[in-house]
């Protein structure tokens, strides 16, 4: 991301700044949105791939939550490095600025991801993933009592149904799915999922103020920090094996920057129901990516309906009227 984002203009010796970014166009706003949600998606096959490298084994959450700690601290310098090669000033921020980001990398990254990997490690992958997609539900409820120009409408509720039911179809199997409720795992996934989208709005917020670019970049890797030291002290650790598994750390790094940033960019030129319901996308893509790499089936229904209900879920909230 670069500062041509914000266009500006002389006149007669006055400067006027346009605040017309290219990212309030719609259609270029969902293009980046889908590419967001592509890029999260490519993490889950990417993730299992690199447990495997570095040896976690399955009911090791602390090595889990260590891998997680490193990926975010690379991701949040990266970001960094990239504002510092822009010009910006990453450090020239007041202590209440630098609080908030703090908070938000605590919160975002943190705490919402122990809460996700302690309810994986206690649900299905099936149910886990079902429960994670209701944070686009909550953004978008969230979104209602907090923002005056985004309000619920028919529409928003009509696409958020149809973009859940696309979620449910690419989970589904050959059995029918347990209803069993569990507060260690279900719960945990679902208050995951609150805590991202209620950073997200905090995030949206500190944005108007602080360079997404950096206030991405501090959050992720303070954040990381946090999962790391944690991750440490609870008998974590970290082997690396040759040149694939600096390979694997280095893109789930830079997908989580990029990725990041450019979803902070959205959600500071848009309002957050128009945006949040891309969230859809993230299982689907998931999904279909961990077929092409795992090596799994992919001719199957289940895969196309999914994609139908989710992007016509996605038109439809994106309808103006309703």
Not at 138 to 152: E, Q
Not at 245 to 261: M, N, P, R
Not at 280 to 304: C, D, K, M, T
Request: hydrophobic fraction near 50%; glycine fraction near 10%; proline fraction near 2%.
């Amino acid at each position: 991301m670069s500062d041509s984002e914000t266009t500006v203009y002389f006149c007669k010796g006055s400067r006027v700044e346009s605040n017309v970014s290219l990212f309030t166009h719609k259609k270029f706003a969902w293009m980046c949105a889908a590419f967001c949600c592509l890029l999260w998606g490519s993490a889950y096959p990417a993730i299992k791939n690199g447990y495997e490298i570095f040896a976690i084994a399955i009911d090791d959450l602390p090595g889990k939550i260590v891998f997680a700690g490193y990926r975010f601290v690379i991701a949040g310098l990266l970001l960094l490095a990239f504002a510092v090669v822009q010009g910006k000033p990453i450090g020239r921020l007041s202590r209440g600025q630098f609080s908030q980001l703090v908070a938000l990398g605590v919160t975002q990254t943190a705490l919402q991801y122990i809460f996700f990997y302690i309810g994986l490690a206690y649900t299905t992958g099936v149910k886990g993933s079902i429960m994670n997609a209701t944070g686009t539900f909550f953004s978008v409820l969230l979104a209602h009592f907090i923002y005056h120009n985004d309000r619920l409408s028919m529409n928003k509720i009509v696409g958020c149904v149809l973009g859940f039911a696309g979620v449910m179809v690419v989970n589904f199997n050959s059995q029918l799915m347990d209803f069993s409720f569990s507060w260690m795992g279900d719960g945990f996934v679902v208050l995951a999922a609150f805590i991202l989208s209620a950073a997200s709005l905090y995030g949206k917020r500190i944005s108007q103020t602080v360079d997404p670019t950096i206030m991405t970049g501090w959050q992720l890797a303070t954040g990381g920090v946090v999962l790391t030291i944690g991750g440490y002290l609870a008998g974590g650790a970290l082997a690396f094996h040759g040149w694939e598994s600096v390979a694997i750390l280095g893109y789930l790094a830079l997908l989580s920057s990029v990725a990041f940033a450019l979803w902070s960019l959205l959600l500071k030129y848009n309002r957050v129901g128009m945006i949040a319901p891309f969230n859809f996308l993230i299982p689907v893509s998931g999904a279909v990516l961990s077929a092409i790499f795992l090596q799994e089936s992919i001719l199957e229904w289940r895969y196309a309906l999914a994609l139908v209900l989710v992007c016509f879920g996605i038109w439809r909230v994106n309808v103006t009227r309703g």
